[in-house]
């Protein structure tokens, strides 16, 4: 593709800042516009998730940008799930039985604010705060702009323009609105809403829980999670539904009540949370939803890319990670001969498109999961297990979680039809009784057995599936 041509993106966000320096190492002239004011200068954090999950296709993204050694002392290994009962006692489930397998935890601004400082460094690469784009005419390829330092509004037009301005996609928008072209879009809510907390950092500094692991309070209906920053505090998530059950987000209206509800449920962490009340008053409550679309371009005018083409709820810890994939993906059909963004802009979403919607799937199903199921006893049961196939078999099995988050170079659709397979298989051989727990779980002639035995189940559930799929077609 020509790299003379200019390449419009709205949105510096964390898919935008990281598309903007990609194409910019590549050459393009590449103008950014942001509505929001530069990050750097001034504190943003109001209401959005403040740290994020970064795992293997994330990092795969950063290696690509050059930028992993700078990435690395933002982070804050996990190396599984701290599950906490009623009573307050924690189990340690790890998320690999492989050492070298876990995620980190991240701070959304200070990635959000590397990412800015290399874009800008480059001569190619001009960055707009404060500019919201108000429309985007996409058959002339050009966008308004509403400058809030002096209040007008002026129009810019470029080669390309690309839309990585999140779930709210002003790009999105105007396709919908637009009607030039058939548009499909899906919003889906869950019932849930989701609020910050903090669990702030001992007097001197130092965590007041353990610090390696995302901390999950699973109460069936609801749930509370935890994970560690920097400075020896917690990001503290809360996640319940908007108006059903005896606690929820519309009657948790006084400080007695969101007490008696923390004290019932969560009584370890509240212990920990003295800024308890003050928080829940002051943070807003804000919905998660899944968004679909498509297609994701308009001839070869524009493009949406990242959260405004797919936004997906948190629970795979797989959103951020999933734009930055969007961009590795990207970036290697670049290097195609492609003689058109057009060709380019197609190929790209007929391969990618499939991925996005399956981890889509997968974070919902994971928010089952970790509400519920992480306390069942057959679910831990076949959590033990896996983790005994990858610390035994590293090389012959990955858990789907694994296959989702470690696997790097298989797509997101891949891995959830294999893993999906898989936790069927096992599931339903221990509920068969096809798989008894022998009492030492090392056992490496009993596990080599049982993991064939899986294998086998799982290549015939994937084989009926393709076939009950072709029958539909």
């Given at each position: 593709?020509?790299?003379?041509?200019?390449?419009?993106?709205?949105?510096?966000?964390?898919?935008?800042?990281?598309?903007?320096?990609?194409?910019?190492?590549?050459?393009?002239?590449?103008?950014?516009?942001?509505?929001?004011?530069?990050?750097?200068?001034?504190?943003?954090?109001?209401?959005?998730?403040?740290?994020?999950?970064?795992?293997?296709?994330?990092?795969?993204?950063?290696?690509?940008?050059?930028?992993?050694?700078?990435?690395?002392?933002?982070?804050?290994?996990?190396?599984?799930?701290?599950?906490?009962?009623?009573?307050?006692?924690?189990?340690?489930?790890?998320?690999?039985?492989?050492?070298?397998?876990?995620?980190?935890?991240?701070?959304?601004?200070?990635?959000?604010?590397?990412?800015?400082?290399?874009?800008?460094?480059?001569?190619?690469?001009?960055?707009?705060?404060?500019?919201?784009?108000?429309?985007?005419?996409?058959?002339?390829?050009?966008?308004?702009?509403?400058?809030?330092?002096?209040?007008?509004?002026?129009?810019?037009?470029a080669d390309v323009i690309i839309g990585t301005d999140g779930a709210g996609s002003?790009?999105?928008?105007?396709?919908?609105?637009?009607?030039?072209?058939?548009?499909?879009?899906?919003?889906?809510?869950?019932?849930?809403?989701?609020?910050?907390?903090?669990?702030?950092?001992?007097?001197?500094?130092?965590?007041?829980?353990?610090?390696?692991?995302?901390?999950?309070?699973?109460?069936?209906?609801?749930?509370?999670?935890?994970?560690?920053?920097?400075?020896?505090?917690?990001?503290?998530?809360?996640?319940?539904?908007?108006?059903?059950?005896?606690?929820?987000?519309?009657?948790?209206?006084?400080?007695?009540?969101?007490?008696?509800?923390?004290?019932?449920?969560?009584?370890?962490?509240?212990?920990?949370?003295?800024?308890?009340?003050?928080?829940?008053?002051?943070?807003?409550?804000?919905?998660?939803?899944?968004?679909?679309?498509?297609?994701?371009?308009?001839?070869?005018?524009?493009?949406?890319?990242?959260?405004?083409?797919?936004?997906?709820?948190?629970?795979?810890?797989?959103?951020?990670?999933?734009?930055f994939e969007d961009i590795t993906e990207f970036d290697a059909l670049l290097d195609?001969?492609?003689?058109?963004?057009?060709s380019l802009f197609k190929a790209f979403e007929s391969s990618r498109k499939k991925?996005?919607?399956?981890?889509?799937?997968?974070?919902?199903?994971?928010?089952?999961?970790?509400?519920?199921?992480?306390?069942?006893?057959?679910?831990?049961?076949?959590?033990?297990?896996?983790?005994?196939?990858?610390?035994?078999?590293?090389?012959?099995?990955?858990?789907?979680?694994?296959?989702?988050?470690?696997?790097?170079?298989?797509?997101?659709?891949?891995?959830?039809?294999?893993?999906?397979?898989?936790?069927?298989?096992?599931?339903?051989?221990?509920?068969?009784?096809?798989?008894?727990?022998?009492?030492?779980?090392?056992?490496?002639?009993?596990?080599?057995?049982?993991?064939?035995?899986?294998?086998?189940?799982?290549?015939?559930?994937?084989?009926?599936?393709?076939?009950?799929?072709?029958?539909?077609?």
């Amino acid at each position: 593709m020509n790299n003379s041509q200019t390449i419009q993106i709205i949105g510096a966000g964390l898919c935008g800042s990281l598309l903007a320096l990609r194409l910019g190492q590549r050459g393009f002239n590449v103008e950014v516009f942001e509505k929001r004011p530069d990050l750097r200068k001034v504190d943003l954090s109001a209401g959005r998730s403040i740290n994020l999950a970064f795992s293997n296709r994330g990092i795969k993204a950063m290696n690509l940008v050059g930028l992993q050694h700078k990435v690395k002392p933002l982070c804050i290994p996990m190396y599984g799930r701290m599950l906490h009962d009623l009573e307050g006692n924690t189990t340690l489930s790890p998320y690999s039985g492989r050492e070298n397998e876990y995620i980190n935890s991240i701070s959304r601004n200070d990635l959000n604010a590397l990412l800015l400082e290399e874009a800008e460094a480059l001569a190619n690469v001009t960055i707009h705060f404060n500019h919201k784009c108000t429309a985007v005419d996409f058959e002339n390829t050009s966008s308004t702009f509403y400058k809030y330092e002096n209040k007008t509004e002026y129009s810019r037009k470029a080669d390309v323009i690309i839309g990585t301005d999140g779930a709210g996609s002003v790009l999105r928008k105007s396709y919908y609105l637009g009607k030039k072209f058939l548009f499909s879009f899906s919003q889906d809510y869950l019932t849930h809403g989701y609020k910050e907390l903090t669990i702030l950092p001992k007097e001197n500094g130092d965590y007041k829980t353990f610090k390696n692991a995302l901390h999950i309070w699973g109460r069936d209906a609801f749930m509370l999670i935890a994970l560690p920053n920097l400075d020896g505090s917690f990001t503290v998530t809360l996640f319940l539904n908007y108006d059903d059950g005896e606690y929820n987000f519309n009657n948790l209206t006084s400080e007695n009540q969101v007490r008696a509800f923390f004290s019932t449920y969560f009584k370890d962490a509240l212990e920990l949370m003295p800024n308890l009340v003050e928080d829940f008053f002051k943070n807003p409550t804000s919905p998660l939803g899944t968004v679909k679309c498509s297609p994701w371009h308009y001839k070869g005018n524009t493009l949406l890319l990242g959260d405004a083409a797919h936004a997906i709820v948190p629970f795979y810890g797989q959103g951020m990670n999933a734009s930055f994939e969007d961009i590795t993906e990207f970036d290697a059909l670049l290097d195609k001969e492609y003689n058109n963004w057009e060709s380019l802009f197609k190929a790209f979403e007929s391969s990618r498109k499939k991925d996005t919607d399956a981890i889509a799937d997968l974070a919902i199903d994971n928010f089952h999961e970790m509400k519920g199921h992480v306390n069942q006893a057959i679910f831990r049961e076949k959590r033990n297990l896996e983790m005994a196939f990858e610390k035994t078999f590293p090389d012959l099995y990955a858990s789907k979680y694994a296959l989702v988050t470690f696997n790097e170079n298989i797509g997101y659709r891949q891995a959830m039809l294999r893993g999906r397979a898989q936790d069927k298989a096992i599931l339903n051989m221990l509920a068969d009784g096809d798989i008894t727990m022998p009492l030492n779980i090392t056992d490496r002639t009993w596990l080599e057995e049982t993991l064939k035995q899986v294998q086998i189940e799982t290549d015939n559930i994937l084989e009926e599936d393709r076939v009950a799929k072709n029958m539909h077609h």
